[in-house]
Nanobody
């Protein structure tokens, strides 16, 4: 059974960076498309970024373009989300997700992902 474990969340001051990690076990990580989503209090879970399995192509929500970077290390079965110049509105629980049977398209919807982590809290103070 696949397991996704996020880490790296915490409290950070506005303007600071934070890097989230998501370690995947129990399945063929290199064959998964990976994504990051976030859920702020009283809001729906929303797409943040995704990375393809094949060539590592990436796609971002407009709200994080130029500020966040998703990457993966297939040797370590880990996907990362580097977040720079954080703002209080970035405060949320961040989730990583994996999709089996992926192709070269970008997956941006929650229902498109097969496995989910438990989430890690990111709090940005002003």
């Amino acid at each position: 059974q696949e397991q996704l474990v996020e880490s790296g969340g915490g409290l950070v001051q506005a303007g600071g960076p934070l890097r989230l990690s998501c370690a995947v076990s129990g399945g063929p990580f290199s064959s998964y498309a990976m994504g990051w989503f976030r859920q702020a209090p009283e809001k729906e879970r929303e797409f943040v970024a995704t990375i393809n399995r094949d060539d590592g192509s990436t796609y971002y929500a407009d709200s994080v373009k130029g500020r966040f970077t998703i990457s993966r290390d297939n040797a370590k079965n880990t996907v990362y989300l580097q977040m720079n110049s954080l703002k209080p509105e970035h405060t949320a629980v961040y989730y990583c997700a994996a999709r089996r049977l992926s192709s070269s398209v970008f997956y941006t919807e929650r229902y498109q992902y097969t496995y989910w982590g438990q989430g890690t809290q990111v709090t940005v103070s002003s």
